[in-house]
């Protein structure tokens, strides 16, 4: 337990040393084996949803790459869990934008993913915050209210993590060790939370900022949150716009 990293990794090489003497093989077998299932889901879901064509030129640039090859099996907690993790994300962004429900349970996978990558590495945090930014920015300056959801859920996302990054750097390691139980149900309770503040703050913000764009910010939010008719057009440009992050 430090500032900036959590016992995930650590806990993986453990129950894999049950296994294997402690070597180079059995400290770099865990990255191996969970970038390998990153790849095969994210070639999995870019062959289902774009064709097979794709997903092969894909799974070429991806095993042509030197930064993945080569990161893949390094025995460091960023590089051997966050491509399962970012590989999550891809698939629950995708399946958020077609589905278009407020499904707790859709939100609470998406808000762990994020959370479990925080937790494991503070460099992770780069995810939920750009990802907000984004979302933000493609429903402002592009005039789509289908976003609207997601970007509640990336808020959520973001917020969650600036809490986690507060939190975290404040405990030292002898809190830790003094309040173990405390900490670990407070931060099981955390995504829970923010999952549950996401469904909650559904119509609650949809009114209101749609109150304060219509009547403050000329924007084409405002104009697209006083509309009641979306565009097929703005429908399909975001799905396929958020499919690529």
Same mark, same amino acid.
């Given at each position: 337990m430090n500032t900036y990293t959590g016992s995930l990794y650590a806990w993986l090489l453990s129950w894999v040393f049950t296994y294997f003497p402690p070597d180079v093989f059995s400290l770099r077998i #865990?990255?191996?084996?969970?970038? #390998?299932?990153?790849?095969?889901?994210?070639?999995?879901?870019?062959?289902?949803?774009?064709?097979?064509?794709?997903?092969?030129?894909?799974?070429?640039?991806?095993?042509t790459s030197a930064l993945f090859v080569f990161k893949s099996r390094l025995a460091w907690e960023v590089t051997a869990l966050q491509n399962l993790l970012l590989t999550g994300i891809l698939v629950l962004c995708a399946r958020f934008m077609e589905d278009r429900r407020r499904a707790f349970g859709n939100a609470l996978a998406f808000l762990v993913l994020n959370y479990i990558g925080v937790i494991n590495h503070f460099i992770f945090i780069s995810v939920p915050v750009s990802l907000a930014l984004v979302i933000l920015v493609q429903m402002l300056f592009r005039d789509d209210r289908e976003l609207g959801d997601f970007v509640r859920l990336s808020l959520c996302n973001g917020l969650m993590a600036a809490l986690v990054f507060l939190i975290k750097s404040q405990i030292t390691e002898t809190q830790w060790q003094h309040h173990q139980y405390f900490f670990t149900v407070l931060f099981l309770l955390i995504p829970l939370g923010f999952a549950s503040a996401y469904i909650w703050t559904g119509s609650r913000m949809d009114r209101w900022l749609r109150t304060l764009c219509a009547r403050h910010l000329s924007t084409p939010l405002a104009r697209t949150l006083s509309s009641r008719e979306v565009s097929p057009l703005a429908s399909y440009s975001s799905a396929v716009f958020t499919s690529r992050l």
């Open positions: #865990g990255g191996v084996l969970l970038n #390998g299932m990153a790849m095969v889901i994210a070639t999995w879901h870019f062959a289902k949803r774009f064709g097979l064509r794709s997903a092969l030129v894909w799974l070429y640039l991806l095993s």
